[in-house]
């Protein structure tokens, strides 16, 4: 699943939100680029700390940028992010021998022998790479198109990087050794001939075509192609701004190095927000995904409650008291203790649901249900409907004494409720008629099922007798009844 999500990163559709975000950006980068154009030759005051921090920055972003690049083509396998992770490591890269060979910044010179072309030298390699490397990103995703890549491949991404290495290598190296056969572009620190000469044109043409072709081919139909839409816009005004911008330190070239900030930033900052966007529905999920399993535990407990108790009196169903008669009688024989098994029920009931209605009956089971269970003798003795308006109870470790004691309990407490029957001949309210049955300790069975059949056949019979002698009584079974 997070293979999944960083495989989407940033090929998430973008949305109306997050375009209107991106045209806003894109809007400012130019309004203010737009505004100080006509003033980019003035000359500002030279602030030897900016060129250094601004490198700083850029290379942070830009490698960092890289990296994450690097990371979505290892997620993913997609060529285009392949060549796009190069695009901004060469542009991360480039800039060190820049900033190492830029006059008066380490030295008056510039370090490594640099002559006064080298530096603008690498700044045009450095604008004619990145737009290079978006343009070869859009031809690998039109690859990408006719013929799918789904796997990344280590290799091919250290040799990727390898490549990067050794051109920008080469390109240092010919910048500083065959700087005399160079065009001059910079003379005493003016732009001026960057912009007669073909190469300054050419490189602001090559820029603007590839954020036109990014947005004619890609539309920022995803959160990575809006947002490199804008990052190559503000490297084309980075581009026009020093053209324009007449020499080094001026109002245009300052703006300039902004615009290469912005370009470098916006990746990696839409990234984080995708990062944290995408973490804060992960957690939403995570949450709704606890709450969904704890209504669920909810509901199956529920469930499994429903499934063992009776719905109408509350107590234990059929299907639990057959569950709990076969565990507690190999329960009582294994720990050779005596087991009982009331069987109960309610004298005349047709007759009370005849003259007082069903409504009122099922009123009367509820309270006698309750009335049983309340004068149960322990904590493991159960209370069980047993079908219609006969109930049971199991009475673990309770010998033949104990189990009419019980029984009698719970006969007294129902007839003392007093619930109305006048149509029983038994008496003029509510009353029980008890069978019990106690297994000894000694009497062993293998067939464990024909042992409950036993138990509550031999109680039934019992009820039977209760019955037969005038009912509202309760009548231990005794072989003499066979």
Known sequence: MIDKMTD?????????????AALLAAILIIAVSLSVLPFGDQRL?????FLP??????????LLTAHMLFSQYRAAGNLSILFLAATYLFTGLIIIPHILTFPGV?????????????AVWLWVTWHVGFPIGILSYLLAGQFEKNKPVNSSSTWAAAAMCVAVLLLVLITTAITLFFQDSLPVLVD???FTKLMTHIVGPLVWLLNISAALLLWAVKQGRTVLNLWLTVAVLAVSLDVTLTIFAGSRYSLGWYMARVNSLVSAFIIICAIVYEVNR????????????????????????ELYRLSQLDGLTGIANRRRFDE???????????????????????????????HYGHQMGDRVLKQTARLIEDSLPSSTATAARYGGEEFAVLLPDMDHSQTLHAAEVIRAAVEKAAIVHEFSPAAPYITLSIGTSTQNPQSKSANRMAEAEILVKQADQALYSSKENGRNCVTAYSSAMI
């Open 8 to 20: 989407q990163l940033l090929q998430i559709p973008s949305t109306r939100k997050q375009a209107g």
């Open 188 to 190: 005493q620190g003016r």
């Open 278 to 301: 995408l973490y804060i529905r992960l957690a939403k999920h995570q949450k709704e995904l606890l709450q969904s399993r704890e209504e669920l535990y909810t509901l199956n407990d």
């Open 53 to 62: 921090a601004f490198i700083a920055w850029f290379l942070f972003a830009d």
């Open 324 to 354: 709990l008669l076969a565990k507690q009688l190999q329960e009582s024989e294994a720990s050779a203790q005596p087991f009982s098994l009331l069987l109960l029920d309610i004298d005349c009931f047709k007759a009370y649901n005849d």
């Open 45 to 49: 005051i030279t602030i030897q700390a």
């Open 106 to 118: 380490f030295s008056v010179e510039g370090l490594l022998g640099a002559g006064s072309q080298t």
